[in-house]
T-cell receptor, first 116, second 117 residues
Framework: AQSVAQPEDQVNVAEGNPLTVKCTYS??????LFWYVQYPNRGLQFLLK??????LVKGSYGFEAEFNKSQTSFHLKKPSALVSDSALYFC??????????????FGTGTLLAVQP | GAVVSQHPSRVICKSGTSVKIECRSL??????MFWYRQFPKQSLMLMAT?????????EQGVEKDKFLINHASLTLSTLTVTSAHPEDSSFYIC?????????????FGPGTRLTVL
């Protein structure tokens, strides 16, 4: 069965510093990986995805993620954090190759707190 | 990106009543819609997957007679919580996707906060 793990409940970082939010995955077959962000009392916003191709994926709001097959990781990164990046971040894996109509399996989420 | 709306954004109801939540894809036709439930400070739990014109597929442990899902058109899916009880209070989020090839990810609605008194 497909699964993702986010080992950190919370990540604290100072504004201007680089940030990393960790995600590891377990899949059978090719991984289809996603990052979403959720602000309080809001739905999820898509940040980026890895389907195939370059291991470094660039997404919205300056975020990027690196797909590492040997470490089965898909960590989310940003070179310089902003206070406005403070939110809940979810890593997800698509359950199957059938495209967007396959369900997503979410990690437990990581709360990112950026201090001014 | 594509836009998905939900209505209402918040609803408070009495125990025993039914509540309907709408999910609409505003600028694309959604062949598949998903309904999730999220408890405070927890991840999203998939409740069911619905394809336009067919019965929803419910995840294990989700009562289909309690959480009625209808996907009558390519732009609208509804979730009805029947005979709601306080334990049904939660944040419900829908998402929509399409096989048209233009998009290759799910787009999420803003969520509906249900409080059952």
């Amino acid at each position: 069965a497909q699964s993702v793990a986010q080992p950190e409940d919370q990540v604290n970082v100072a504004e201007g510093n680089p940030l990393t939010v960790k995600c590891t995955y377990s899949v059978s077959g090719n991984p289809y990986l996603f990052w979403y962000v959720q602000y309080p009392n809001r739905g999820l916003q898509f940040l980026l995805k890895y389907i195939t191709g370059d291991n470094l994926v660039k997404g919205s709001y300056g975020f990027e993620a690196e797909f590492n097959k040997s470490q089965t990781s898909f960590h989310l990164k940003k070179p310089s954090a902003l206070v406005s990046d403070s939110a809940l971040y979810f890593c997800a894996v698509r359950d199957g190759p059938g495209g967007a109509t396959n369900k997503l399996i979410f990690g437990t989420g990581t709360l990112l707190a950026v201090q001014p | 990106g594509a836009v998905v709306s939900q209505h209402p954004s918040r609803v408070i109801c009495k125990s025993g009543t039914s509540v309907k939540i709408e999910c609409r894809s505003l600028d694309f036709q959604a062949t598949t819609m998903f309904w999730y439930r999220q408890f405070p400070k927890q991840s999203l739990m998939l409740m069911a997957t619905s394809n336009e014109g067919s019965k929803a597929t419910y995840e294990q442990g989700v009562e289909k007679d309690k959480f009625l899902i209808n996907h009558a058109s390519l732009t609208l899916s509804t979730l009805t919580v029947t005979s709601a009880h306080p334990e049904d209070s939660s944040f419900y989020i829908c998402s929509a996707s399409t096989t048209s090839g233009r998009y290759n990810e799910q787009f999420f609605g803003p969520g509906t906060r249900l409080t059952v008194l």
